[in-house]
């Protein structure tokens, strides 16, 4: 096991910035394109980042130390964030996502008043009891996939324009 | 087909400094981790991006521009920068990686003197005859590529301790 606050904590105050001077001012072309019909495009997946950090991460923890295993955390709807669809720009989704991942990261460092309660548990809705430190290091590993989706779909929009070369880019093959 | 100099510009103008602002005092621990035995760490992945910079794109682009399909590429070994092991802090291979990122893409706006050059075409030594935008094209999303490798490397380190959040967890699924 790897995990430790410090070095979670590390990534998770790093993602929004990263973010958001990798897709500040880029042109739409970028900020538009998926990876076909019924997938994200990187607005998206930004919109699905706040979604998570409002009604996901720590709304969990609270359950945790509040209820234990004694009720099930609500599901959370990893689709709800296209229902809302918003004008808003990039840079301003950006801006929110960056703003309540500070204040996210406050309240968690307030709620784990001592290491122990790294080990206290939860009631997950389908995988039963779950470990506080578990959600934490999904919190972490959860910003690194999307991340990881946001430069797989860029690539997505420039598969024929490599030419052979699609042949050395992992990133173009199909899972 | 979808790639123009601008928007190729805009990615390749902002990875080293995205990567910057992600990596730049982090642990040892998510720089020295790797996927397995003969995988690469963070800080390998930066120095092949170094490499690259040094001795594949612009060095290719010259010579579809001087040769075009005369002569082939020399063969660039994607695995170099692991025979030269440097002790140099992530921070520094980060400030290389943008140093050397600005010249090029100095460079590659010197070189390209009409949207004509896009089609020239050069020698590649296993693909044959490729195209200089395809080579520019490559450039871009080998990027992304190394981007995704960099999160996908350090997502392993924490495998184990998401707990059943694997299974919702794309970037933990190996191909």
């Known amino acids: 096991m790897n995990f430790n606050m410090k070095e ?9 910035q990263t973010l958001e001077y990798f897709l500040t001012n880029v042109s739409e072309g970028w900020l538009q394109c998926n990876e076909g019909e019924g997938t ?9 980042l706040i ?10 923890l609270e ?3 509040q209820e234990g295993e004694n009720k099930p955390f609500p599901p959370f709807d990893r689709y709800s964030h296209l229902n809302e ?10 801006f929110e996502f960056k703003v309540i991942r500070i204040q996210n990261i406050t309240k968690l460092n307030g709620l784990i008043e001592s290491p122990l309660y790294l080990e206290r548990t939860g009631l997950h809705p389908e995988f039963g ?8 290091s999904t919190w972490v590993v959860h910003d690194l996939t999307h991340i990881a989706q946001i430069v797989r779909v ?13 042949e050395y880019l992992g990133i ?3 899972e």
Chains 1, 2 share one sequence.
């Open 8 to 16: 979670a904590t590390e990534v998770l105050e790093r993602t929004p």
């Open 85 to 94: 669809r918003s004008n808003r720009s990039i840079e301003q989704k950006l």
């Open 40 to 48: 994200w495009n990187v607005s998206e997946i930004i919109e699905h």
């Open 63 to 65: 359950m945790i130390l």
């Open 154 to 166: 860029m690539a997505e929009r420039y598969r024929a324009d490599v030419g052979p070369w699609k």
């Open 129 to 136: 009891i779950v470990k506080l430190k578990e959600l934490l």
């Open 172 to 174: 173009l093959k199909r």
């Open 51 to 60: 979604e998570g950090e409002k009604n996901n991460w720590i709304p969990r």
